[in-house]
């Protein structure tokens, strides 16, 4: 069975330091590969996917992530945190021969300080 | 475009009752599924409807249940409720049935059983 594994439950960066959220899946077939972020009472947005173009893809508010097969993992970076930022990021996973379930990791919370 | 609507946003129910959530996809996508967010568990898929058919199913009891109409609207129904339901429920629609798009999520329904 897909798995996802998002090492560090809470993450915690200052305002315009790197953010590094990790994200490792286990796939015997290379999957479709996502990151969500989800704000305090409302549901998941779509930031970036890897449906096996490109390796690194680039997604909405200046996140993008890296697809490396050899390490499987899929991690998510933005060069400079915004307070706007703060949220519970997850990454998820899809196979294209298990339909459209998603599984989904753990969440990381990002905390960005002034 | 109008996004993902979910109806209600917030419920309350008692124990034993039974309870019908609604979902009504972005125009065009004919693909909706439905998720349970719980603290503990985190995001776990429930079921996928395509064309008014269920062509996904998750690890839930058979309490939960769901349907999809001829206008690509989707209900899920939760019988005989218990404390552990209490839950955000969120839906998801794509165009196809694969997770090449990605889904888009609307802002749940947040139930409490009491």
């Known amino acids: 069975a897909q798995s996802v594994t998002q090492l560090g439950s809470h993450v915690s960066v200052s305002e315009g330091a790197l953010v590094l959220l990790r994200c490792n899946y286990s796939?015997?077939?290379?999957?479709?590969l996502f990151w969500y972020v989800q704000y305090p009472n409302q549901g998941l947005q779509l930031l970036l996917k890897y449906t096996s173009a490109a390796t690194l893809v680039k997604g909405i508010n200046g996140f993008e992530a890296e697809f490396k097969k050899s390490e499987t993992s899929f991690h998510l970076t933005k060069p400079s945190a915004h307070m706007s930022d703060a949220a519970e990021y997850f990454c998820?996973?899809?196979?294209?021969?298990?339909?459209?379930?998603?599984?989904f990791g753990e969440g990381t919370q990002l905390t960005v300080n002034p | 475009k109008a996004g993902v609507t979910q109806t209600p946003r917030y419920l309350i129910k008692t124990r034993g009752q039974q309870v019908t959530l609604s979902c009504s996809p972005i125009?065009?996508?004919?693909?909706v599924s439905w998720y349970q967010q719980t603290p503990g568990q985190g995001l776990q898929f429930l079921f996928e409807?395509?064309?008014?058919?269920?062509?996904n199913k998750g690890n839930f009891p058979g309490r939960f249940s769901g349907r999809q109409f001829s206008n690509s609207r989707s209900e899920m129904n939760v019988s005989t409720l218990e404390l552990g339901d209490s839950a955000l429920y969120l839906c998801?629609?794509?165009?196809?049935?694969?997770?090449?798009?990605?889904?888009?999520f609307g802002s749940g329904t947040r139930l409490t059983v009491v």
């Open positions: 796939s015997s077939v290379p999957p479709y």
């Open positions: 998801a629609s794509s165009p196809r049935t694969d997770a090449f798009y990605g889904y888009t």
């Open positions: 125009s065009g996508h004919r693909s």
């Open positions: 409807y395509f064309s008014e058919t269920q062509r």
């Open positions: 998820a996973v899809s196979k294209e021969t298990s339909g459209s379930r998603l599984t």
